[in-house]
Each structure stands twice: as C-alpha cells, then as structure tokens.
C-alpha cells in the first residue's frame, strides 16, 4: 500500500484484550501470525468498520469487523467462520488494526480527497476502476440517487 495509504487514522474503539476475549487462545494465537502476514489484502477502513481480503489455503475470503461502542459484529465467508464466536481472520483484522492502521486505506478520507477532483479527472478514475473491477460496472449503470 505504502504511499497511497492516508497518512494519518481516526482511533476505533478497539483493543487487543477485547479480542482476546472473544475467541480461544488457539484462534487469538492463530490470528497473531496472520495479522502479521502478508495473507492479509486490501485493508480498508469504512466508517466504524473494517474490511480485508484473506488469502487462505482454500481461497480468498472476505473479513469484515464492525464496532459500536463495546459491541462487535463480524463475518467472514471462511470454510471455519462461526456465527458466534469470530474465526482467526476476523481477530487478524482487528489485531493489525490496532498495530498497523497506517496499512489501511480509509474510505472517508479517500471521498474526501475525491471531492475536489475535477468532473474530467473522475471519469478518468472510474473508467480505470471499471477496467480492473468489471464488478462495478453495473453499480455505475444504476440510475443516480438524490
């Protein structure tokens, strides 16, 4: 990520003891190595949330961790993800959160800076977007929202 990620972060309400306490030692210790890895991709802060890409051993999975006050909603799309308790790639998120957060992009920070780009040089970012995220292509197409 390096020069393109913001150079500062706002704090979340998020610390490594809470963490601990919503899984086992096994997932906590799991989750250590892999916050450290280089498994971890696109990190990305939204808001109060966080997002990254997992490489694993049977694919690439989603994370996302979500935090309001003390409370914590999370999912990922993991072979081993439970509903209750979060597997080691949701912990990894929070864990490099709290030791890494100039290795995410943040979202808001991002729009913020987009906001006083000229109409020209969007166009050209999202025709550069659509060719490497054909994804977004119809979210492009949908009618605009007042």
Same mark, same amino acid.
């Given at each position: 990520?390096?020069?393109?990620?913001?150079?500062?972060?706002?704090?979340? &309400?998020?610390?490594? /003891?809470?963490?601990?306490?919503?899984?086992?030692? #096994?997932?906590? #210790?799991?989750? @250590?190595?892999?916050?450290?890895?280089?498994?971890?991709?696109?990190?990305?802060? !939204?808001?109060?949330?966080?997002?990254?890409?997992? +490489?694993?051993?049977?694919?690439?999975?989603?994370?996302?961790?979500?935090?309001?006050?003390?409370?914590? *909603?999370? /999912?990922?799309?993991? &072979?081993?993800?439970?509903?209750? %308790?979060?597997? =080691?790639?949701?912990?990894?998120?929070?864990?490099? @959160?709290?030791? /890494?957060?100039?290795?995410?992009?943040?979202? %808001?920070? *991002?729009?913020? #800076?987009?906001?006083?780009?000229? =109409?020209? %040089?969007?166009? *050209?970012?999202? #025709?550069? !977007?659509?060719?490497? !995220?054909?994804? !977004?292509? &119809?979210?492009? %197409?949908? &009618? +605009?929202?007042?």
């Amino acid at each position: 990520m390096g020069a393109e990620t913001a150079s500062y972060h706002r704090a979340l &309400p998020l610390t490594s /003891e809470q963490l601990e306490r919503l899984c086992s030692e #096994r997932v906590y #210790r799991f989750a @250590w190595r892999y916050a450290k890895s280089a498994h971890m991709t696109n990190r990305m802060r !939204v808001g109060s949330g966080l997002t990254a890409k997992f +490489h694993g051993t049977r694919g690439i999975y989603t994370t996302r961790l979500e935090m309001s006050g003390r409370q914590f *909603t999370f /999912e990922c799309d993991c &072979p081993l993800a439970g509903s209750r %308790d979060p597997c =080691k790639h949701v912990v990894a998120l929070g864990l490099a @959160w709290i030791h /890494e957060p100039e290795t995410f992009h943040d979202l %808001d920070i *991002t729009l913020a #800076r987009l906001s006083n780009s000229s =109409k020209s %040089d969007l166009i *050209t970012l999202m #025709r550069q !977007v659509a060719n490497r !995220v054909p994804d !977004v292509i &119809p979210l492009l %197409d949908r &009618p +605009h929202l007042s």
